[in-house]
Nanobody, 123 residues
Framework: VQLQASGGGLVQAGGSLRLSCALSGFRLVDYGIAWFRQAPGKEREGISHIRSSGVTYYADSVKGRFTISRDIAKNTVYLQMNSLKPEDTALYYC??????????????????WGQGTQVTVSS
């Protein structure tokens, strides 16, 4: 099982980035995939999740600005991030799990993690 996150970078406030999480060793339709982020000195925060059924969840901090999606043929999950703010600066991770809907943002619900990709938003 492997998750490979990519697409991070440096962007100005108000800009956009699209993160990708390439999956191998399992089928996307069998598991949920989440995006988390962790800023220096802060706890890891769950920001979005897409269930195996395709149902999506978002943290209030990114709702309306970020969109999670998937390409089943490519076994890849995306996070489109628009209207970026300096407070979005963090290391972004993708993770695999099968959480109940009320627990989708808990790190303990995920057994496999990607290596992280850095997103830096300048003001």
């Amino acid at each position: 099982v492997q998750l490979q996150a990519s697409g991070g970078g440096l962007v100005q406030a108000g800009g956009s980035l699209r993160l990708s999480c390439a999956l191998s060793g399992f089928r996307l339709v069998d598991y949920g995939i989440a995006w988390f982020r962790q800023a220096p000195g802060k706890e890891r925060e769950g920001i979005s999740h897409i269930r195996s059924s395709g149902v999506t969840y978002y943290a209030d901090s990114v709702k309306g600005r970020f969109t999670i999606s998937r390409d089943i043929a490519k076994n890849t999950v995306y996070l489109q991030m628009n209207s970026l703010k300096p407070e979005d600066t963090a290391l972004y991770y993708c993770a695999r799990g099968r959480p109940i809907s009320s627990a989708w943002s808990r790190t303990s619900m995920y057994a496999y993690w990607g290596q992280g990709t850095q997103v830096t938003v300048s003001s």
